[in-house]
């Protein structure tokens, strides 16, 4: 089923606008940097993949998002890796069962949340999440 994101501000952010989408992932990164993962947290005691997304997109680009990765996966219109633009949803297949989730910044270099290191920005093209990319989807 597809799920549609819903403006929730009147200010919300054109997502079309990935000029100002980039600085907004920036600043996020700055204000979150080094935040420590936790699964099903979403406050700067312990956030995970999911949570970063939702709060992003509710919080700074007003648009309400579901607050799952499987969820987030079914959102928007899929894109082409070569396509990307900032704020577009980068999926992994990190085991089995497991997804992870991130927003694409630029130059192949995505903002998420590593297990190990907690909130940071990392690239596309590395060994490991070359090897586990799934997909991207375009929320607009």
Same mark, same amino acid.
């Given at each position: 089923? !597809?799920?549609?994101?819903?403006?929730?501000?009147?200010?919300?952010?054109? =997502?079309?606008? /990935?000029? &100002?989408?980039?600085?907004?992932? !920036?600043?996020?990164?700055?204000?979150?940097?080094?935040?420590?993962?936790? =699964?099903?947290? /979403?406050? &700067?005691?312990?956030?995970?993949?999911?949570?970063?997304?939702?709060?992003?997109?509710?919080?700074?680009l007003g648009y309400d998002m579901p607050r799952t990765t499987d969820s987030q996966a079914d959102m928007g219109k899929r894109v082409y890796r070569e396509q990307l633009q900032a704020g577009d949803l980068v999926f992994f297949k990190t085991g089995l069962f497991s997804r992870h989730v991130g927003m694409y910044v630029e130059d192949g270099k995505f903002l998420h949340v590593s297990s190990s290191q907690g909130v940071k920005l990392s690239s596309l093209d590395s060994p490991?999440?070359?090897?586990?990319?799934?997909?991207?989807?375009?929320?607009r």
């Open positions: 089923s !597809q799920y549609h994101t819903v403006k929730i501000a009147d200010a919300a952010v054109d =997502l079309n606008d /990935t000029a &100002k989408v980039k600085v907004i992932l !920036q600043q996020q990164h700055d204000t979150w940097r080094h935040t420590r993962h936790r =699964l099903g947290g /979403t406050s &700067k005691k312990g956030i995970d993949c999911s949570g970063l997304v939702y709060r992003t997109y509710r919080e700074e490991y999440w070359s090897s586990t990319y799934w997909k991207a989807q375009r929320i």
